[in-house]
């Protein structure tokens, strides 16, 4: 509890202490609590002054209650969700970290309030790693209707199962009798603040918007009813959309309505802005509450503010909730944030979006939508050009729709009846086709002309002749093209696509969304939505998602589904590259292999009837190449990617940049193959043809050269490697640029300063790595992966604590990810894991870590393994077991002479080390320090020279 105005502490009151009365007035204590939480603060002394003569019994503990509820809501302590957002301080908590809850650490709190706290708490009990949201109702609470809210938190969570819910994992009691619900820990943003943040266009927000009902519809489908649907409850990161806080949900089945009690235990029904009418009047819960929740959610998405604000700022004009239109409504500073001017935002919203939004927020149940998924078609049917089910339209008006839907059929269908009509007409048309594309390609010619006048020596220039580059030129050129193709619609729309492509492939990514936006409006304008351009933009993201381990990538890929089917393009690249693209995202999923397999067969098959120069062809064998690299067929892999790269450099429209794709593909499956001199020449290709293409500032060519880099330091070569680092990092950009692929290079470097004996070099770098990570990660698992590299350094410099703490992070985030532990990423973090907890005395918990990479590991043959069967010999020699070190000791050995996926040559001295002190054990003591000697011999031409591994003495840990 937080403390008393007066600075003196408020003790927590206890059933058996602080409230003098018997257990038979237990109920009726629990009813009085709760109708004094939902009073007002200033109605609550004459409340009590009213009380029957015959609750006298209990006046003394209501007055204390009160006074420490005043406590509480004075000092603005409410209940907060599970989120990491560190945005604000917590309120005090009544708990210190590192107290044990059931079998949770305490790490630092999240959240205060009148209920209970919020705590990031770390799983304990050895069963496995794992942060979570540890909610902690007041005990002294949990009595009558409270209890039962609690109960039914519980289950409401367990039965939800969703990629957009924050997912239950655990809720018990401790030995004090602490009840608890840990779920997971979610690291985001408010979405409204997400989409300011981020600049998010309409489309976007739709996107996010569309997330958030498809996890409101699949609770619904429990037959669960969310009731506090608001910002803080839908948080937002790299990752997409969680739903959180069931906290006053409402099981539909149960036919209570809200009077009853169990959503006003913590003084509110919901939070007042968003709630339903039939909330705040205490009348029947249905899905139409979440539906009219869900109404304000979009509103403020769309207009920057909330229905009630719009309201309180207009009070004198009487305006009801459906009188709102999102487009009179939406504010000009949102526009803008969203890049657009205000007019052009609200022309935007004007329409189906304020019909849809209306329809949502009408006052009664009855009038709204029947079902969240009805106001999801909608949407999806506003998207498509499709007749919405909000308002009534005229039959011009639908008429007009289907022919931008299929404006194609339409155009045809005119062309034919013009022929009938009139043969002649069609005769002269061609003429004047073949004219205008005469005139076409004149200006054309012209355009391109002037593309290049900024090179011209006739015209004035800051700028030296001929170091004008591609991007400058383009980004003086594509400002023109609207004035000098505005009458030909098609070769705008083709000139904006191709200005964008270009842009994203020089990785500028606003300017290639800001003419892909162009383009593809202009095609929807004039060729509806299932023109080839609109299907191959929602594949193309949907692909991109998939590549980055984005979760979102499920959801495009079914919107990208629904269009083929809608466009007849079953049969087609388009949806060639579509079962790409769900394999790839398959990978995010545990034992989706044989799906990932069909699914590229598949598109292998459809590519195979495309022209030679269809860019698939080539792009499913560097996929299928990279599914048997993934799955340990390295030959194949090889194979395959050999026929990728004759393709590629075949096809009479070669690509570069895949070209540049498929070596460094080659490079990762030679690595993972043990060939790491073959690995490093196949990098030094992808970043020659990198430097040459795109010039080696640029950053496509960054990270092939970092690799090399990385793959020559792994096979020992460390000056040569740390000259080629430096190279490379001269190139990039300032840290605070934050930019993707400058992160990744600066990473790598910091993990090989620290794998070569420098960690006090690398902890800043990654230090920095790790917190831009924290604010934008770049996908879902780089942050694991440079926790586990920065752990390490800490481990090296004997900051124990703070290694401690980052290995426990890393290994939990992998093990959320890997529940199997099968992937070789959580076997290396186990490992490194147990090689510090061996060295800090903890030889069980060692133990446990080693054996679980053995018996889980996907390959047998991983290096990870041997090292943790190096490990389980330092377990034996330590409870004094010679023979089973020495047998795990060999099976060390056997393994690493086969060894496969990733590995680094200074394990090997490290594995000596270990086989040196079993034959010390055996009384070899010769052996014993030649194998030694060798080792050091080889850590000093892999480390640096003062690193501890390149001195005597020798540590084991190193």
């Known amino acids: 509890m937080p403390p008393h105005p007066s600075g003196a502490p408020l003790p927590p009151p206890s059933a058996s202490t602080a409230l003098a009365f018997s257990d038979a007035w237990w109920d009726q204590y629990s009813r009085l609590t709760e109708e004094a939480m939902a009073l007002p603060p200033a109605g609550r002394a004459a409340w009590l002054d009213d009380l029957s003569p015959q609750l006298a019994p209990l006046r003394d503990a209501l007055a204390d209650f009160l006074r420490q509820l005043d406590a509480v809501q004075s000092a603005g302590y409410l209940e907060t969700p599970a989120v990491l957002s560190g945005s604000a301080e917590p309120a005090a ?30 799983r304990a009990d050895g069963a496995y790693q794992r942060e979570v949201a540890l909610k902690l109702p007041h005990a002294h609470l949990l009595v009558g209707r409270v209890r039962e809210r609690f109960l039914r938190e519980r289950d409401i969570l367990a039965r939800l199962t969703h990629p957009h819910i924050a997912r239950f994992y655990d809720a018990g009691l401790d030995d004090d009798g602490q009840p608890y619900i840990a779920l997971e820990a979610v690291h985001g943003t408010p979405i409204t603040q997400w989409a300011r943040e981020h600049g998010l266009d309409l489309a976007a927000r739709l996107d996010l918007f569309m997330q958030v009902a498809d ?95 719009v309201l309180t700022a207009r009070a004198a004009s009487g305006l009801a909730a459906a009188d709102l239109l999102a487009s009179a409504c939406a504010t000009d500073d949102l526009a803008r944030e969203a890049g657009r001017t205000p007019g052009v935002w609200r022309r935007q919203l004007r329409g189906d979006l304020d019909a849809i939004v209306a329809k949502a927020l009408q006052p009664t149940p009855e009038a709204r939508y029947a079902s969240v998924a009805d106001l999801a078609a909608d949407l999806r049917r506003h998207r498509t050009s499709e007749p919405i089910q909000a308002r009534r339209i005229t ?53 391109l002309l002037s593309v290049y006048r900024a090179n011209d020596p006739r015209i004035a220039s800051d700028t030296p002749r001929g170091q004008i580059s591609a991007k400058a030129l383009l980004d003086a050129s594509v400002r023109r093209i609207d004035d000098a193709f505005g009458n030909d619609v098609e070769l705008r729309i083709e000139l904006l696509r191709t200005a964008a492509t270009i842009y994203r492939e020089l990785g500028d990514e606003a300017s290639f969304e800001s003419l892909q936006a162009r383009q593809l409006a202009l095609v929807r304008e004039h060729f509806g939505p299932l023109h080839d351009n609109i299907l191959d933009d929602a594949v193309e993201r949907a692909a ?35 079962w790409m693209a769900q394999s790839v995202c398959l990978r995010q999923q545990s034992g989706t292999q044989p799906q990932r397999q069909q699914a590229l067969e598949q598109a292998h098959r459809l590519f195979e009837q495309a022209p030679a120069a269809e860019r698939g062809r080539v792009t499913v064998l560097m996929e299928l190449a990279s599914e ?15 026929r990728a790269l004759d393709a590629a450099q075949a096809n009479p429209e070669r690509d570069d940049a895949e070209v540049q794709t498929i070596h460094a593909n080659m490079a990762l499956t030679l690595q993972q193959s043990g060939d790491l001199a073959g690995a490093e020449a196949a990098f030094g290709r992808a970043a020659a043809i990198a430097e040459r293409t795109t010039g080696p500032e640029a950053r496509t060519a960054w990270l092939p050269a970092a690799r090399r880099a990385r793959t020559a330091h792994l096979a020992g070569a460390r000056e040569r490697a740390m000259g080629l ?23 790598d470097w910091g993990e090989r300063l620290a794998a070569e004996g420098r960690p006090e070099l690398a902890i800043p770098v990654l230090e920095r790595i790790a917190r831009a990570y924290l604010r934008a990660p770049p996908n879902d698992f780089a942050l694991r992966r ?48 147990g090689r510090f907890l061996l060295a800090q005395g903890d030889v069980a918990g060692a133990q446990v870590q080693f054996r679980a990479v053995v018996e ?52 090997e001295p490290y594995l000596q080390r270990v086989r040196a002190a079993v034959l010390a054990a055996q009384g070899q003591a010769a052996n014993a320090q030649a194998l030694r000697d060798e080792a050091l011999a080889a850590s000093r031409r892999y480390d640096a020279p003062d690193a501890p591994s390149a001195r005597q003495p020798l540590h084991l840990d190193l």
């Open 395 to 447: 039959r011009w008006t639908r008429f007009a729709k289907a022919v931008r839907r299929h404006r194609g059929a339409a155009l045809m269908a005119g062309l034919l009846a013009v022929s009938l009509l009139a043969g002649l007409g069609g005769v002269l048309w061609q003429a004047r086709e073949a004219q205008a594309q005469a005139r076409r390609a004149e200006a054309v010619k012209a355009f």
């Open 628 to 642: 048997a690299t993934y799955a340990g067929r390295y030959t194949d892999a090889i194979a395959l990617n050999q």
């Open 93 to 122: 908590p009544s708990r210190q970290a590192g107290q044990r809850i059931g079998p949770y650490t305490l790490l630092r709190p999240l959240g205060t309030g009148g209920m209970g706290e919020v705590w990031l708490a770390q």
């Open 856 to 907: 889980r590991a996907g390959n047998p043959r991983w290096s990870h393994t041997a090292l943790a069967h190096a490990g389980l010999a330092r377990v034996a020699l330590a409870a004094g077991r010679t023979a089973d070190a020495a047998a795990h000791a060999d099976k060390a050995w056997a393994t690493w002479d086969q060894k496969q996926g990733f590995f680094d040559i200074r394990m």
């Open 786 to 833: 440079v926790r586990r590299h920065l752990g390490d350094a800490y481990a090296r410099v004997g900051r124990v604590d703070d290694a401690r703490r980052t290995f426990l992070a890393a290994v939990a985030d992998f093990e959320a990810h890997d529940p199997a532990g099968s992937q070789q990423p959580t076997a290396a973090a186990r490992e490194r894991w």
């Open 544 to 578: 991109r998602a998939a590549a980055r381990a984005d979760p979102g990538c499920t959801e495009l890929l079914q919107q990208a589904d629904t269009a083929l089917r809608d466009a007849g393009r079953d049969v087609h690249p388009l949806r060639a590259h579509w």
């Open 725 to 747: 680092f430096e190279g490379v990092l001269t190139r990039l950009p300032p840290e605070t640029a934050a930019d993707p692929e400058a992160q990744q290079v600066r990473e």
């Open 215 to 309: 996890a409101v519809a699949h609770a619904h489908s429990r037959l669960v009813a969310h009731r506090d649907l608001k910002p803080a409850n839908v948080l937002v990161s790299a990752q997409g959309v969680r739903l959180l806080d069931f906290g006053i949900a409402k099981l539909l089945a149960d036919g209570t309505a809200d009077n009853t009690a169990l959503t006003r235990a913590d003084a509110r029904p919901a939070t007042p802005a968003y709630a339903a009418p039939e909330q705040l009047t205490g009348s029947a819960v249905t899905v139409a509450t979440d539906v009219y929740a869900l109404g304000v959610l979009l509103f403020e998405l769309l207009c920057g503010r909330t229905p009630q604000a």
